[in-house]
């Protein structure tokens, strides 16, 4: 298992060393920043022995007037990451209304996410559904709703699925088939606050262990995002604990 890769602070990763391990995943908005240039991040990549692995990318999914505009992006998104390297497109979304979630929105994402899955087979890439805070898959039933409905493979952030009251270890227990690419991030569930793997609440001996039960055996992107400190003293922090545990 590869345990790389540290985000950005500020809801952007940085597209260099972290002085911890090599960068895993960049936002879209990363690669939209090259799009005109591709040589320069081609060339930064390459001079800092950096592997982009993925492209993350998010969208509301549940409006169908503003669903083609959503699905060119993601199409972009994967056109971009798929220049630049990248092996796995990864997408969050699946808007909250005001007024309510309805059922059938639960069923426009998992059709939503069945279009993802083509548009990054038609790129190279390998596709995965990323639960998120502020979406409509936050808590583990809701989860299981838009699993139940998608063949898209999971991503599971361990601190965005244990704010929704779920257990990361369990989550990836129940989907080993369909286990895609790891976000590893800790949380301390009393603030809400992210904090470095090891700093919060969470139990990753438990997550890794289940992860190695699925048989995964690839990257496992570690993520912060929103920290006080300093961010490459978080990634080392992170780093040495992933080190100890991995031993």
């Not at 361990?158 to 800790?186: F, N, S, W």
Request: aromatic share 6%; with cysteine.
């Amino acid at each position: 298992m590869s345990a790389q890769g540290a985000a950005g602070t500020d809801g952007r990763e940085r597209i260099a060393p972290s002085g911890a391990g090599l960068v895993g995943q960049v936002f879209e908005g990363n690669v939209a920043d090259y799009a005109d240039r591709p040589g320069e991040l081609l060339s930064l990549l390459e001079e800092t022995g950096l592997t982009l692995v993925g492209v993350y990318t998010g969208a509301n999914f549940v409006y169908p007037d503003v669903l083609p505009d959503e699905l060119a992006k993601v199409t972009r998104t994967a056109e971009l990451a798929a220049r630049f390297g990248a092996e796995r497109l990864v997408v969050g979304g699946g808007a909250r209304r005001a007024a309510g979630t309805r059922e059938e929105d639960y069923d426009r994402l998992g059709a939503a996410l069945d279009k993802v899955v083509e548009i990054a087979e038609a790129h190279g890439l390998d596709s995965s559904y990323h639960p998120h805070l502020g979406t409509i898959a936050e808590s583990p039933a809701e989860v299981e709703k838009v699993m139940a409905r998608t063949r898209i493979g999971f991503c599971p952030d361990t601190a965005h699925l244990a704010a929704g009251g779920g257990d990361p270890a369990e989550l990836i227990r129940r989907y080993p088939d369909r286990l895609a690419h790891v976000h590893l991030k800790d949380i301390d569930l009393t603030t809400g606050e992210f904090l470095p793997l090891c700093r919060g609440s969470l139990d990753f001996k438990s997550v890794l262990d289940a992860v190695r039960e699925a048989g995964y055996d690839s990257w496992a992107i570690v993520e912060l995002d929103a920290y006080d400190g300093d961010p490459k003293d978080a990634a080392l922090v992170s780093r040495a604990y992933l080190d100890r545990l991995l031993g």
